[in-house]
């Protein structure tokens, strides 16, 4: 029984993730400035995060939350959808080794802090940003 189940869950996740859109770098100026408007960032933090720095306060946070609720990789109610971040970086039909999904899920948690959405996703996207920066801008690469 515990076999079908873990087989099930497996298949609903290579389903769940098999919707997902790859982002391109496009995707990214876009939702970057649609947050930016949205949120009405000052233009020295909006500086700072075109040189991948986000520091810790409340409007960054959110700018954060923006972003990857854009990208679909974030939700406000259920966290960090880490299918979709392993997706993201690694493509399509890539390789999605187990321990590179683990990586990912240790940077992410269920909340158990009790915190808003905004200061949610900046604690899980900074460590996603510190422990996997080179990939996801290799990600986001502009293509030749």
Same mark, same amino acid.
């Given at each position: 029984?515990?076999?079908?189940?873990?087989?099930? /869950?497996l298949?609903?996740?290579?389903? %769940?993730s098999a !919707?997902?859109?790859?982002r391109n770098r496009? !995707?990214?100026?876009?939702?970057?400035?649609?947050c /930016?408007k949205e949120?009405?960032?000052?233009?020295d933090?909006?500086?700072?995060?075109?040189?991948?720095e986000?520091?810790n !306060?409340s409007?960054?946070?959110c700018?954060?939350?923006?972003?990857?609720?854009?990208?679909?990789?974030? !939700?406000?109610?259920?966290g960090?959808?880490?299918?979709?971040?392993h997706q993201?970086?690694v493509?399509h039909?890539?390789d999605h080794?187990? &321990?590179?999904h683990?990586?990912? &899920?240790?940077? /992410?948690?269920n909340?158990?802090?009790?915190?808003? %959405?905004?200061?949610? &996703?900046?604690?899980? &996207?900074t460590c996603l940003l510190r422990?996997?920066l %080179?990939q996801?801008?290799k990600s986001l690469a502009?293509?030749a």
């Amino acid at each position: 029984m515990k076999v079908f189940l873990a087989i099930c /869950v497996l298949i609903s996740l290579g389903l %769940a993730s098999a !919707d997902y859109r790859l982002r391109n770098r496009s !995707d990214m100026l876009t939702y970057r400035e649609e947050c /930016v408007k949205e949120l009405a960032v000052p233009a020295d933090l909006v500086e700072k995060y075109q040189k991948w720095e986000y520091p810790n !306060d409340s409007t960054t946070q959110c700018y954060i939350k923006c972003v990857f609720t854009k990208w679909e990789l974030f !939700d406000k109610t259920t966290g960090f959808n880490v299918e979709n971040i392993h997706q993201q970086l690694v493509g399509h039909g890539a390789d999605h080794n187990v &321990a590179f999904h683990g990586k990912l &899920a240790g940077c /992410v948690d269920n909340n158990e802090q009790g915190s808003n %959405a905004c200061e949610w &996703a900046y604690r899980g &996207a900074t460590c996603l940003l510190r422990e996997n920066l %080179a990939q996801i801008q290799k990600s986001l690469a502009p293509k030749a």
